[in-house]
């Protein structure tokens, strides 16, 4: 029998409060159309917790909120939600390969700008996959997936400039305090 150290048990109490905000955040503003902040919340996440946990905390959160989401559960179609979970999971894997980056408290221009095209890029990542998953769940293709993806285009690209606004906007910021309260309380040291 292995004991887990105090560090450990701090990490897992973080990954339940960060499974528990992404399934927060996505029910408060399931009613605004294109507003989300479980992008930016998986995001946070795999930069804040690291690879190891990060990936986990997101897919845990993503899986929750699709599955309970008051709009209509992510489990009647199982393609999306494995898609939907996929597609958070790997942002958080992006998140995390900023770990040991360090924001400062004041991003430059060039620092907002390219958040505001990572936060797009992620955003028509997670739009194209959950998107696919319709016409491979009813069997579509050819000149009818064409005609779905354009129509759909209006809803992609407000999603991805509201997104981009946030990253550009508001992750640096978060960045940077979520970084500091971890390194205040001991559960990452300084890097």
């Given amino acids: ?12 109490a ?3 409060m960060f499974v528990a905000l992404l399934l927060a955040v996505g029910v408060t503003f399931v009613f605004i ?3 989300e902040l479980v992008t930016t919340t ?14 986990w905390v997101a897919g845990m959160g993503e899986a929750l ?17 494995v898609f939907q979970i996929l597609s958070m999971m790997l942002i958080a894997g992006i998140g995390s390969l900023f770990h040991h980056y360090q924001m400062h408290e004041q991003p ?27 016409p491979l769940t009813a069997g579509i293709g050819g000149w009818s997936l064409l005609t779905a ?23 640096p910021h978060l960045m940077y305090l979520g970084r500091r309260q971890l ?3 001991g559960i990452i040291q300084h890097v």
């Fill in 1 to 12: 029998m292995t004991t887990l150290t105090l560090h450990e048990y701090q990490r897992a």
């Fill in 14 to 16: 973080l990954a339940a």
């Fill in 33 to 35: 159309p294109n507003f």
């Fill in 42 to 55: 998986a995001f946070l996440t795999g930069y804040l917790m690291g690879p190891r946990w990060g990936w």
């Fill in 65 to 81: 909120f699709s599955a309970m989401n008051p709009i209509g559960s992510g489990l009647a179609f199982p393609i999306l939600f």
């Fill in 108 to 134: 430059r221009t060039v620092t907002r700008i390219w958040f505001g095209l990572l936060g797009g890029g992620m955003t028509l990542l997670y739009d194209f996959l959950t998107a696919l998953s319709f």
């Fill in 149 to 171: 993806a354009i129509l759909g285009l209006g809803f992609f690209i407000v999603h991805i400039v509201v997104n981009s606004l946030l990253f550009a906007l508001v992750v």
């Fill in 183 to 185: 390194v205040l309380h």
